[in-house]
């Protein structure tokens, strides 16, 4: 008897005290599909620029070139390199011997967005086909608590994220491809992008342009407040695919001018202002090898399992570039995410997930929680 009196005294203390500390009360994620860790630690890389992977190349040295790594990458990604490397953390950068990768076997989309938020490294979600999601993902279980219920949105350039999301059965707001913006009471701005997304270039096929996406979910977060934001970027896949280094590297540098604005509006909105952390990810690296594997990525192309993560936020250290010679995996993230919310995942889920990076978050707000 007294060993469960006990326990209940553990879980009730434990839920109280977390509460009590943790700032984070949102959660915004953006996730820049296949951008490598090679890129965001080293920006543009000379191999590529000099292949036939890249035409105007005096452009793209113009723009992106400079002697050093760190010059470079800054001329890439001014936000992640000016704000989330002062106040924030970034792991994956191997040549600082911090590794950060996916702990799935097939190094593409749909595993890899399972992975980052589900928890768990599926072996049935093994292609990119838009099936129903058999897993349950953070931001269902999140959907469903006090305060969060229909404050989870997700705005996505790929067309198949209603099914990642399980959207039959989670009823999660995904909105992805060219699907309007569908709710009761839009605004004008909604309702101009509406019509705006129909008339903007198609040249993706049924996949968003990124810039409709980010327009979509920046007004959503004005407009509707939600606790939880997740943008899912596409385009720097899709250049590499098409063999388009020049292009692959300005929707890089793009995506980090959203994550900028994102982070402006955020810190003058008293809704978010010191209250929100942002996660940056991706869903798989690309080949590094050879001019060649850049373009690729999935299990046998070497070294795409390699990927990167950013958080910035009121409660993670400031520690820049993480240096100790760890790894973190994706499928950490959405445990991750639930604890900077004060919440247990794991606990609750259906099926595993495994343990949050703890070092997201100050010591002392970790350890109160457990
Ligand atoms: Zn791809």
């Given at each position: ?52 992977y ?31 490397a ?15 990768e ?93 019509e ?12 968003r ?9 920046k ?6 407040k ?18 388009n ?59 795409s ?44 889920a ?21």
């Amino acid at each position: 008897m007294k060993k469960y009196s006990i326990l209940f005294f553990f879980l009730i203390f434990n839920s109280f005290v977390f509460a009590q500390n943790h700032k984070t009360q949102n959660i915004i994620v953006v996730t820049l599909d296949g951008f490598r860790w090679q890129e965001m630690y080293r920006g543009a890389d000379s191999t590529l620029i000099n292949s036939k992977y890249t035409d105007t190349k005096a452009d793209v040295r113009k723009k992106f070139w400079a002697e050093t790594p760190t010059e470079r990458r800054k001329l890439l990604m001014p936000f992640i390199w000016s704000t989330v490397a002062a106040n924030g953390q970034l792991y994956g950068d191997r040549d600082n011997g911090n590794c950060d990768e996916v702990a799935n076997v097939y190094h593409f989309s749909y595993p890899g967005y399972n992975e980052i938020f589900t928890g768990f490294p599926d072996t049935r979600v093994n292609s990119n086909n838009p099936v129903a999601n058999p897993n349950t993902s953070v931001f269902e279980f999140l959907n469903k608590q006090k305060g969060f219920e229909n404050k989870v949105a997700v705005f996505a350039s790929w067309e198949a994220f209603p099914a990642i999301f399980n959207v039959g059965r989670s009823g999660l707001n995904v909105n992805a491809g060219y699907t309007d913006f569908a709710e009761n009471h839009i605004d004008d701005r909604l309702k101009f992008l509406n019509e705006l997304q129909h008339k903007a270039p198609h040249y993706l096929g049924d996949t968003r342009i990124d810039f409709m996406t980010f327009e979509f979910g920046k007004e959503y977060l004005k407009e509707y407040k939600p606790r939880v934001l997740y943008l899912a970027f596409d385009e720097t896949d899709d250049m590499a695919h098409a063999g388009n280094y020049k292009m692959y590297l300005n929707q890089a540098h793009q995506e980090d001018a959203y994550l900028q604005e994102l982070w402006q509006y955020i810190q003058t909105d008293p809704a978010y202002k010191n209250k929100t952390t942002l996660i940056i990810t991706c869903d798989h690296g690309r080949g590094d090898l050879s001019p060649d594997a850049w373009r690729s990525h999935g299990s046998i192309i070497k070294n795409s399992e390699q990927t990167w993560l950013a958080v910035i936020g009121p409660d993670t250290p400031a520690d820049g570039i993480i240096q100790t010679q760890t790894t973190t995996y994706h499928k950490q993230l959405a445990q991750t995410i639930a604890m900077l919310l004060g919440f247990d995942f794991k606990k609750n889920a259906n099926h595993e997930v495994a343990d949050a990076i703890e070092s997201t978050m100050i010591k002392e707000l970790v350890s109160l929680g457990k």
